[in-house]
């Protein structure tokens, strides 16, 4: 029969979880607190193109996801993306090309997402903050005080950190969410009117502030002059997280220097932006959380780690198990 189904969190898990749910005839709603979707798939848009400054590229590895990979390089949603990739380790810069493939959604990351969303509901710029059991049914609280509801199950499809608040009429899923530590990181994007003197259009750093650089203009399908992101890694990013974006954007700069180990002009654009809940501290293998007897479940990357195949495979994950449950 007919399930009505809450989603809390439209970032990848939660659009997998609801794509499988309403592919088996169920009744799906989803609620996002920010203005759009996509979670961590984030672009943003300037007047100088669209920069990702969340989830890079992702790679497909379980068959299933490369199954659906297919379905969307296809429709043209995704493309790859073969950068002249570098490593910097041990204050050295070098090439370091490989046989993996890596791809990217189209024309942004979040065109995956927003092509994902269609024909789904989705209601954004809703923050839910406590959910209400009146037997047999769930009641969704949001910050302005409204309900929304009834639903037969809900899916919290949020950071841990974030979940683990959600979860709390089951204990022992709100228990395992709050032990998962999630991890901060600084993104920058710097955008220079004319093209930086480098071959470099990725690069991944071993040492110092950084932890990835990107030529995010070397993207099929990114338009506009050069661009850049860069990520700090997460010991720096977590030393520096009361840092304003000013500060951040002038050391990033000046480690980016250092490791393309060229002049950097002014750029015509900057911006940095905090993510908190950057990634999980470790891998876990739960896949899933579920608490049958309440209808209430949980899934996210932190079930299976920090990457763009994990979210989608956790969201996967908690479709078959609710729909196991019955
Ligand atoms: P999210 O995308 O975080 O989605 C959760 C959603 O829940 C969000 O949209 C949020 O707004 C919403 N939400 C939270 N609380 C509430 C609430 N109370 N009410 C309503 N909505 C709520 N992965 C890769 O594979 N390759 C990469 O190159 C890569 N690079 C990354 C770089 C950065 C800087 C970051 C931050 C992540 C990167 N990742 C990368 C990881 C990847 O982005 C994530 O693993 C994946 O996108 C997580 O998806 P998710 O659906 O689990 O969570
Ligand atoms: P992947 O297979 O391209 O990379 C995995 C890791 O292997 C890289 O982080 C890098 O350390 C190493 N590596 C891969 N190819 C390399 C090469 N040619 N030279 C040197 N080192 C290489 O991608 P996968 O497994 O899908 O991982 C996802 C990526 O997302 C990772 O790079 C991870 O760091 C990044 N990520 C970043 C987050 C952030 O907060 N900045 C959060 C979550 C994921």
Redesign the pocket.
Known sequence: NTLSIAI???????ISAARHLSEAGHQVQL????RG?????SSKRTEFGDLD???????AREPGFRRELKRWLEAGWVADWEPQLYLYEKGQLRPSEDDQQRFIGMPRMTGLSRQLLEGLSLTSS????RLRRDEPHWWLEDDQGSEHGPFDRVVV???AP?AAA?LEPAVQLAQAAARINMLP?W?VALVFEQPLDTPVQACFVRDGALDWISRNSSKAGRKGPDSWVI?ASTDWSAAHVDDSPLQVIAAVQQALAQILGCDLPEPVFSHAHR?L???PAEDCQWGALAAPELGLYAC???CLG??????WL?GRQVARALMGAG
């Open positions: 809390i969190g439209a970032g990848l898990a939660g609620f996002d607190k920010s979707s996509g979670g961590r798939l400054i969340g989830a890079q590229y992702f790679t809703c923050r839910i903050q499809a949020a950071p974030q959600l990181c993104a990520h993510w809940y950057a990634r996210g990357d932190w920090g990457r763009v195949e994990n979210a956790s």
